[in-house]
């Protein structure tokens, strides 16, 4: 029997490179973090770039100097499949602008289709 190798994920920062594959994956999804827009998609490719370039930048001297603020997104690899996305926010909202709470619900559903009926428990 033959082995199949299958290419490793890589994780890393956002590429301008990546925009044509980020918006075909946004056509599938639609979701908050990856509009179907590819002008909001270059801008959060911007966004992601300045906030990595300025995590080279040294901190203020100062003694209250908090970290850079900035939305950093990564992109999941796989050879050059673009598999995924994800978007760490080093800060949400502000003290006068604390922006959303999320409510987490739990659904369960059933399907007689595939004969899916989980067990409760």
Known sequence: MAMMTVAPVMIRPVRPEDASALVQLAALLDTVNLPRDPALIAEIITESATSFARLALPLPGRDDAQPPRGTYTLVAMQGELLLG??????????AEDPH????MVEHTFHSRQIMYYPQSG
């Open 100 to 103: 959303y709470a999320w409510r």
């Open 85 to 94: 996305t994800a978007s760490l926010l080093s800060h949400h909202g502000t």
